[in-house]
């Protein structure tokens, strides 16, 4: 009997704290997303009133990055061997944040968090806030300006500031998307946010 409790304990723990990606359809809510997932929330609470960063944006970013997944990584390029996919990838972005080598390097140097892990959900919220926190200092871009953090996101500060996102209609595109989700996503959280906040022992 004594067992069989502690296995129905196990699983109210981690009803609260699934690791499984959010649906297709869940990711356009993100109440949705944190009712099974009050970690993530947690994490992302955090990591805003650390940083600034909007637990909104920080969500849209991940969501455009990788979909909420915890191993995501840049599709290989076109060579095959015996049809499976051989080419090299692109970048070496893995992760929740697509984070790359030598920008996480740095991320955990300045925090002073050597095993910060990009598969974890936690880390990647705080990378995402010291990215947008430094992208305002330096490039002065308002931590409420979903678009123009986006574009330095994945351009740099410096490629923000000298424009290398100009032209690029794709990548535009994707930031208006980003701030789409980013608004959505704030209107969202206050219908949630207060039950969001209750932390219960299964919570």
């Known amino acids: 009997m004594l067992r069989v409790n502690i ?3 196990c699983l109210l723990l981690l009803a609260g704290c699934s690791t499984t990606p959010p649906s297709a359809s869940e990711q356009e809510n993100i109440c949705s997303i944190f009712d099974g997932r009050k970690s993530w929330y947690r994490a992302a609470a955090a990591t805003e009133a650390r940083w600034g960063t909007p637990v909104s944006l920080q969500m849209a970013i991940i969501k455009t990055e990788s979909n ?3 191993d995501a990584r840049p599709p ?5 061997f015996f049809g499976i996919a051989k080419g090299r990838r ?3 972005a893995r992760g929740f944040a697509q984070a790359l080598d030598g920008t996480w390097d740095e991320y955990k140097a300045s925090t002073n968090r050597p095993g910060a892990s990009r598969d974890s959900f936690a880390d990647a919220s705080d990378f995402i806030g010291w990215y947008t926190a430094r992208s305002a200092r330096s ?3 308002a931590i409420s300006d979903a678009r123009s953090q986006y574009l330095a996101y994945h351009e740099g500060a410096g490629g923000y500031t000298r424009g290398t996102w100009r032209g690029n209609t ?3 595109g994707i930031a208006d998307r980003v701030a789409a989700d980013t608004g959505r996503f704030q209107r969202q959280l206050g219908s949630c946010e207060r039950r969001l906040k209750r932390r219960g022992i299964f919570g």
């Open 7 to 9: 296995f129905l304990l």
């Open 68 to 70: 909420f997944k915890r």
């Open 76 to 80: 290989r390029g076109r060579r095959r």
């Open 90 to 92: 692109p970048s070496s």
């Open 139 to 141: 490039a002065g871009i």
């Open 170 to 172: 794709r990548l535009i």
